[in-house]
């Protein structure tokens, strides 16, 4: 079993929606968590960091964590084109250890 | 504010060639630095870490080698290139242990 498992999509929603990405990790003993944008052929961009469970907003972005089942998401509100990429998650699992899911590519269209 | 330089952004080299990437960090001190490779469909694989000018942590036997000659600046190299050494490679840095990591831009790598 992988350590992180990531669905690799594609996703593809209209313009609007609410998206749904998900990632599901295997070790209790992850604290730490996060999410990238990384559009094509670019490095991946943090959109959200976080320790606790429940959820953390910013702005049309939720992230929100479960460590009771090891499931963690992103939401995105009132999608747009603008953010069709490949979005990753990420937990640390020791010092100077990420672990990335291998990205779930979302499209949304016009 | 903190950014990452990261160069060149695309890079086309000859099997056997050497081949230095460079990373710098400006706007911090004594960051965390990394190296990654991703590939299509697998993620990001770990190569290198550092924690300071001097200490390198390898964690993928390769033929590939990291040195951090200045406390922001983190260089990847090879000696002789091998068709499986093409990519995308990314640095990165992250200010304190157990925080995120911030990501350059990458350097699409093509041996030929």
């Known amino acids: 079993q992988k350590e992180v498992e990531q669905d690799p999509g594609p996703l593809s929603v209209p313009e609007g929606a609410i998206v749904s990405l998900n990632c599901t990790y295997s070790?209790?003993?992850?604290?730490?968590f996060m999410w990238y944008r990384q559009y094509s052929r670019k490095g991946p961009e943090l959109l959200m960091y976080?320790?606790?469970?429940g959820n953390k907003e910013d702005g049309r972005f939720t992230a929100q964590v479960d460590k009771s089942s090891k499931y963690i998401s992103l939401f995105i509100r009132d999608s747009q084109p603008s953010d069709s990429a490949t979005y990753l998650c990420a937990v640390i699992s020791g010092t100077y250890k990420y672990i990335f899911g291998t990205g779930t590519r979302l499209k949304v269209l016009a | 504010s903190q950014t990452i330089h990261q160069w060149p952004a695309t890079l086309v080299q000859p099997v056997g060639s050497p081949l230095s990437l460079e990373c710098t960090v400006e706007?911090?001190?004594?960051?965390?630095l990394y190296w990654y490779r991703q590939a299509a469909g697998r993620g990001l694989q770990l190569l290198f870490y550092?924690?300071?000018?001097?200490?390198i942590s390898s964690e993928v036997p390769q033929n590939l080698s990291a040195s951090r000659p200045q406390d922001r600046q983190f260089i990847l190299s090879s000696k002789k290139l091998l068709l499986s050494d093409s990519g995308f490679y990314l640095c990165a840095w992250e200010g304190q242990p157990n925080t995120e990591a911030f990501f350059g831009q990458g350097t699409r790598l093509t041996v030929v």
């Open positions: 550092s924690v300071g000018i001097g200490q």
């Open positions: 976080t320790y606790s469970s």
């Open positions: 070790n209790s003993a992850f604290q730490y």
């Open positions: 706007g911090t001190s004594n960051p965390n």
